[in-house]
């Protein structure tokens, strides 16, 4: 905090690392090293590894898959080259819905009767697991519908639509579900001007200002484009179907009287 001519200033700042990692446990024999939860964060999952989206039969023939596979499914990888598809190549994560950083950035200027003041936060180092209930009981996303896969599509980012968990790709634990939780946030922001004194005198008030805030007004999530990521499942309950209630946008303006 610093003072120079008619402007004060204070700035805050915290930051926090944590990290866990299973250094010993007697876990069962026989599991390939890329599944096992040595060496990774507690309740780290495994997942089939989402790689991309199958464009036609064609392309379908030409990579393992599923028996009941079809144009438009999740491509899953391969990861032991064995040339099927099973639980041997499923990988365990080296995160959790822990994030490894989190942090905050707080200031606040004043000059003369004017004042501002605003918190930036974040985190990043953390994943949710999100699938939708999208089909009989629940809509589609919009970002989905726009980069669904269909025969006129084929190229497209999404896979074809589906029920719930009723396709064989969406029933199994994989990464196409799974979304980085990292996040910067304008926690809330306020500017407000008081009058002066000796105006005020005249009338019997001590004081007056005038201001506005907003919380929750800014928020930047490269991977969290349809859900607030804030409200990332427990680590005891990593799954979610994102109909948590997201944080609100707030926006306010006041007056404030001292007699």
Same mark, same amino acid.
């Given at each position: 905090?610093?003072?120079?001519?008619?402007?004060?200033? =204070?700035?805050?700042?915290?930051?926090?690392?944590?990290?866990?990692?299973?250094?010993?446990?007697?876990?069962? +024999?026989?599991?390939?090293?890329?599944?096992?939860?040595?060496?990774?964060?507690?309740?780290?999952?495994?997942?089939?590894?989402?790689?991309?989206?199958?464009?036609?039969?064609?392309?379908?023939?030409?990579?393992?898959?599923?028996?009941?596979?079809?144009?438009?499914?999740?491509?899953?990888?391969?990861?032991?080259?064995?040339?099927?598809?099973? @639980?041997?190549?499923?990988?365990?994560?080296?995160? =959790?819905?822990?994030?490894?950083?989190?942090?905050?950035?707080?200031?606040?200027?004043?000059?003369?009767?004017?004042?501002?003041?605003?918190?930036?936060?974040?985190? @990043?180092? @953390?994943?949710?697991?999100?699938?939708?209930?999208?089909? =009989?009981?629940?809509?589609?996303?919009?970002?989905?519908?726009?980069?669904?896969?269909?025969?006129?599509?084929?190229?497209?980012?999404?896979?074809?639509?589906?029920?719930?968990?009723?396709?064989?790709?969406?029933?199994?634990?994989?990464?196409?579900?799974?979304?980085?939780?990292?996040?910067?946030?304008?926690?809330?922001?306020?500017?407000?001007?008081?009058? +002066?004194?000796?105006?005020?005198?005249?009338?019997?008030?001590?004081?007056?200002?005038?201001?506005?805030?907003?919380?929750?007004?800014? =928020?930047?999530?490269?991977?969290?484009?349809?859900?607030? +990521?804030?409200?990332?499942?427990?680590?005891?309950?990593?799954?979610?179907?994102?109909?948590?209630? +997201?944080?609100?946008?707030?926006?306010?303006?006041?007056?404030?009287?001292?007699?």
């Amino acid at each position: 905090r610093n003072t120079v001519g008619n402007v004060s200033y =204070t700035i805050g700042m915290n930051g926090g690392y944590s990290k866990n990692e299973i250094l010993f446990w007697d876990e069962a +024999p026989g599991a390939p090293s890329y599944q096992r939860s040595t060496g990774a964060p507690i309740n780290a999952r495994t997942y089939y590894e989402a790689i991309g989206i199958f464009t036609d039969q064609q392309h379908l023939d030409s990579y393992p898959h599923f028996n009941n596979a079809r144009p438009g499914d999740v491509i899953f990888a391969d990861v032991n080259n064995d040339g099927n598809i099973d @639980a041997n190549d499923m990988v365990r994560s080296d995160k =959790t819905s822990i994030p490894r950083w989190t942090g905050g950035l707080n200031f606040e200027i004043k000059y003369k009767g004017f004042d501002f003041s605003a918190l930036v936060q974040g985190a @990043a180092g @953390a994943q949710t697991y999100i699938q939708t209930e999208s089909g =009989t009981i629940g809509n589609f996303l919009k970002s989905f519908y726009d980069e669904r896969w269909t025969e006129s599509n084929p190229g497209a980012s999404s896979p074809r639509t589906f029920d719930r968990g009723a396709e064989y790709w969406a029933s199994l634990s994989n990464t196409y579900w799974l979304h980085n939780t990292d996040y910067i946030r304008l926690k809330n922001i306020e500017i407000g001007y008081s009058f +002066p004194e000796k105006i005020l005198d005249k009338a019997g008030i001590q004081r007056v200002r005038l201001y506005m805030n907003a919380y929750n007004l800014l =928020t930047y999530s490269p991977d969290m484009k349809d859900f607030d +990521p804030e409200l990332a499942p427990s680590i005891d309950n990593p799954n979610s179907d994102g109909q948590s209630y +997201p944080l609100q946008k707030i926006i306010n303006m006041g007056l404030s009287l001292t007699f």
